[in-house]
C-alpha cells in the first residue's frame, strides 16, 4: 500500500502562483509514475501533469508553460509548481502515483482561484 499527503492548497488571485506538495509514504519502492489530476465541480478529474518512469513528462495542454512538476526522490515527494494562474484552474487537486499495475490517490487539496 502507498499512503499519498497533499498540501499546499489554498486561496490565490488570478495570475499568482501555489506549489502544492505531495508525499508518499509506505509501500514506495518500485513507484512507477506519481502525478496530479484535478476535479472542477460539475466536470471528470483529468490529468494536470506526470513523470512518467524513466524521466518524461506529460502536461495537459492547458497549463503547459505555466506548471511544473517535478519529483525528489530522498524525499518521496512530488511538487506541482503552479504560475499564472487563472480562475479555470479552480480545482480539488489529486496526487496520484503508479506501482505495480494499481493505482493510488491522496485525499486532495483544494486550489481557487479568484479572478
Given amino acids: ?8 492548497g489554498g486561496l490565490v ?3 499568482g ?3 502544492l ?6 509501500s514506495i519502492f518500485s513507484i512507477n509514475n506519481m502525478g ?3 476535479q472542477a465541480p460539475g466536470k471528470q478529474r ?4 506526470v513523470i512518467i518512469s524513466g524521466g518524461s513528462f506529460n502536461y495537459a495542454d492547458s497549463v503547459k508553460g505555466r506548471f511544473t512538476i517535478s519529483r525528489d ?4 515527494t512530488v511538487y506541482l509548481q503552479m504560475n499564472s ?3 479555470e484552474d479552480t480545482a480539488v487537486y489529486y496526487c496520484a502515483v503508479k506501482r505495480r499495475g494499481s493505482d493510488y490517490w491522496g485525499q486532495g487539496t483544494q486550489v481557487t482561484v479568484s479572478a
Avoid: D, I
Fill in 21 to 26: 506538495s505531495c508525499v508518499a509514504s509506505g
Fill in 46 to 49: 483529468e490529468l494536470v501533469a
Fill in 85 to 87: 494562474l487563472k480562475p
Fill in 1 to 8: 500500500q502507498v499512503q499519498l499527503v497533499e498540501s499546499g
Fill in 13 to 15: 488571485q488570478a495570475g
Fill in 17 to 19: 502562483s501555489l506549489r
Fill in 36 to 38: 496530479w489530476y484535478r
Fill in 73 to 76: 526522490n530522498a524525499k518521496n
